[in-house]
């Protein structure tokens, strides 16, 4: 709190791991490398979630018309819908749409049971 970061594993003590392929690993460290450095934006490993969707993730959206381009002036619009989150639900859609039994998402997305995953 207060402006110190704090190091820990994810809800639950649980850590993931994500499968993707080579390129689109390849990408993320692409855009991760480009990200800011400075005391307010990195710091060593530790992204700033606001860092990351003001700086990296809302203008990804915006270059590819998702969301509206903003005024040099202007914040970005707070929004549930465009909001890096989403990309977590959008992948358990689009794996359980490919056929994946929903067990095996659960367990991908870290949560304890399938009954959890389709609530979500």
């Known amino acids: 709190m207060y402006g110190r970061l704090y190091f820990t594993l994810p809800k639950s003590g ?9 390129s689109a690993a390849a990408e993320l ?16 490993n530790a992204i700033r ?15 590819n018309s998702v969301i509206p381009v903003r005024e040099n002036s202007q914040r ?4 549930r819908q465009d909001g890096f989150h989403v990309l977590r639900h959008t992948y358990a859609s689009v794996i359980l749409e490919a056929g994946e039994s929903v ?16 609530g979500a």
């Not at 860092?51 to 959206?61: G, R, S, T």
């Open 14 to 22: 649980k850590t993931r791991v994500v499968d993707m392929s080579p």
């Open 29 to 44: 460290c692409v855009h991760f490398l480009q990200l800011p450095d400075g005391p307010d934006h990195d710091y060593g």
């Open 49 to 63: 979630v606001n860092i990351f969707n003001d700086e990296v993730w809302k203008p990804a959206l915006a270059k």
């Open 76 to 79: 970005w619009k707070a929004s």
């Open 103 to 118: 067990v095996t998402l659960a367990r991908w997305l870290g949560h304890s049971s399938p009954t959890i995953t389709l």
